[in-house]
């Protein structure tokens, strides 16, 4: 841990080897025959963006997804060959990088098929697409009843390698809402009655991490799960099989201020915390800017030498305080604001639950201001953060 980046004094460590194993345990789970798309958008959940996706092609992934063509671009940039799918909406004027960059994107509408054949003929040039189908989502994605069309479009113009057609799950997290089933027929349904299920080269896709873990039937030719490859659980009904799946990340930082905190005394903007003994106070810096949600407030603990303490006072933008009671706490001790620590573990779903919002959002907010440092069975490696030097240049 000794050379981190600008000596920073608080990190965001992930952890490859739980990582490698949580993709080779979905990998046994479908088995050779369904392919493994990873997701990786929004900085990779987080975790890094070129990290990960490295780590997933050691980890054999067959190809990776992103949400945006910047996400592909910085993938190829850094050297990764293997198919990427780029799931968001597309816009006219990326037409053109998507072909040198060689990535796979998603049509979601006729219009859109439209623009992209005039965009092809332009540039004389073919690309390779999913066509998104919505079967309830209301998102992205054609009408089943649309679908069709877009087919036939596709095969009367010759710029189209339609490499998958695919849907996206709406409730598939809550396990027993019925309109997942619905959207999974509708579906099987679609792509039966296109003869596409039983076409080896395009691609059926609708399974996210949810619907991995609730409609096996439903992982045909390809598998999307992203946050269970994170290490979070979409639902509580994770199969056995899958239970070796455990999280990767974690934040830590260096205390970096000590006081003693009077009875009656207010701490931090508003006071929104008044001690109610003399209390010893320490104060962290990591803050809202790092992506620490400030909802937090008053609300979450760190964790210390194997012990919980709450954080009091509003979350700052730099900066938290934690209330240690009558415990002993130094400059430079190392807290746990998310992992474990000895036998005690701040989960994602924990601060998720008192943020009163998504694990992905905890995780997706933190940003690069905390270096992240990634660990290997032999290693631990820094990201890529610039030097000075290099800002300058
Ligand atoms: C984000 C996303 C996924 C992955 O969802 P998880 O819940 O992380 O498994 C799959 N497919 C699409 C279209 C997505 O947008």
Known sequence: MMDVPFNHPAWI????????????AIKQYIG???????????NAYGHGLVHIAHAA????????????????????????????????????EQIADFIDYDLEFTISSHFK?????????????TVKVHLEVDTGMNRTGVRVETGPMVLEFFRMHKC?????????????DEPDHPFSRRQVDKFLNFISEQGLRDNKDILCHLSNSAGLVSFPEANLDMVRPGGLAFGCYPNPYVPTELSVIKPCFAVRAKVSYFKTVLKGE??????????????????????????????????ASI??????????GNICMDQFMV????????????????????????????????????PYEILCGFNNRLPRVYHTETQSVWENVLTVEQMAE
């Open 160 to 172: 189209f390698i339609l490499k998958g057609v695919y849907s996206h799950l709406a409730t598939a």
């Open 266 to 299: 207010g701490v931090s903007y508003s006071h929104s915390y008044v001690a109610q003994t003399n209390i010893h106070l320490l104060t962290v810096p990591v803050g809202y800017g790092d992506g620490l949600r400030r909802s937090l407030s008053n609300k």
């Open 323 to 358: 209330d240690i009671g009558q415990d002993p706490g130094y400059v430079g001790n190392v807290v746990t604001i998310i992992g474990k620590d000895q036998d005690q573990d701040i989960t994602i779903e924990e601060l998720s639950q008192l943020a009163n919002t998504h």
């Open 303 to 312: 964790l210390l030498n194997g012990k919980r303490y709450p954080m009091v």
């Open 57 to 92: 092609v050691a980890a054999k992934v067959d190809s990776l997804a992103v949400s945006c063509l910047q996400e592909g671009i910085l993938l190829r940039q850094a050297n990764i060959k293997i198919p990427i799918l780029v799931l968001g909406a597309i816009h006219i």
């Open 13 to 24: 460590e992930v952890d490859l080897v739980q990582f490698k194993q949580n993709i080779h």
């Open 113 to 125: 098929a439209k623009m992209v054949a005039q965009a092809c003929e332009f540039l004389n040039k």
């Open 32 to 42: 050779s025959s369904v392919k493994l798309c990873l997701p990786i958008k929004s």
